[in-house]
């Protein structure tokens, strides 16, 4: 209805109550015969107050429809964005119980035409996947536990002291992201062999303990922790270990779930 239309549109602009629309709309006989000739293509509109409203109005509806128009295809788009990505976890699964010959046809079935279910024991019988299980699990634990407090300390150290030779020492460390992974390997074996670890989970947890990476990262967040905090610990009688666990472990929690991650 008119009334109605005009009502919602004066308390979207205006931001009134319903009353308050009412009264403003209808106090005269004006406005009442200046809406009606606006939508009955009487004489020109008069009343520019409402004249604006109707049609900041049929502004409304029209970006309403391009909203909802928008939202459709970003709605599309991201559909279609996450069936490309669980796509693979589909064609995995359906490849594990998929008969040999129909993993290997041409064109590829998306569908099984039969589910081996056995090819999950079959697989878990061939390998020691228990072991496998095990043994990521110890290194993954040590290695994030030992290389979150290391790079922590190490980055602490960094941020809020000063010792002779702190940038050079810096700089140098920074200096070793430069170097490829692949140019250690073989130092790296021949060091581990030397000192007994080799076939030793500990030769995968030791090379990883401290990164220049971590080190880095570790710094840049601490250093925003302000200097004023860490001497007022001091002036107060903590410890230097106090002020790490105190003032800076909880600060930057989010850097070492990032890292940890």
């Not at 009134?16 to 009487?42: C, L, N, S």
């Not at 693979?88 to 490849?95: A, E, G, L």
């Not at 998306?110 to 999950?120: A, Q, T």
Request: contains cysteine; proline residues 6%.
């Amino acid at each position: 209805a008119p009334r109605a239309f005009c009502v919602k549109n004066v308390i979207e602009r205006l931001g009134v109550t319903e009353e308050e629309a009412h009264r403003m709309i209808y106090q005269t006989d004006r406005y009442r015969a200046d809406y009606y000739k606006y939508y009955t293509g009487g004489e020109t509109w008069t009343n520019p107050v409402l004249y604006d409203m109707t049609l900041n109005s049929d502004r409304m509806g029209m970006d309403k429809r391009k909203y909802f128009l928008l939202k459709t295809v970003i709605f599309l788009f991201m559909l279609a964005a996450a069936l490309i990505a669980l796509f693979p976890f589909y064609w995995m699964f359906v490849t594990a119980v998929k008969p040999i010959d129909e993993i290997f046809a041409f064109p590829p079935k998306l569908w099984p035409g039969e589910f081996i279910w056995s090819n999950f024991a079959t697989a878990l019988s061939r390998a020691p996947f228990g072991l496998y299980f095990r043994n990521s699990f110890i290194v993954t634990t040590l290695s994030t536990l030992i290389t979150v407090c290391i790079n922590l300390l190490a980055g602490f150290a960094f941020a809020k002291y000063k010792f002779p030779g702190k940038t050079v020492l810096f700089y140098f460390v920074i200096a070793t992201m430069l170097v490829p992974p692949e140019v250690g390997s073989v130092p790296l074996f021949i060091i581990m062999k030397k000192v007994g670890l080799i076939n030793s989970l500990w030769s995968l947890v030791i090379p990883r303990i401290a990164t220049a990476v971590g080190i880095f990262y570790m710094n840049q967040y601490i250093t925003d922790v302000p200097d004023e905090l860490v001497e007022a610990a001091r002036i107060d009688g903590c410890t230097d270990f106090g002020i790490f666990m105190k003032i800076i472990l909880p600060v930057i929690k989010p850097a070492m779930a990032s890292w940890a991650n």
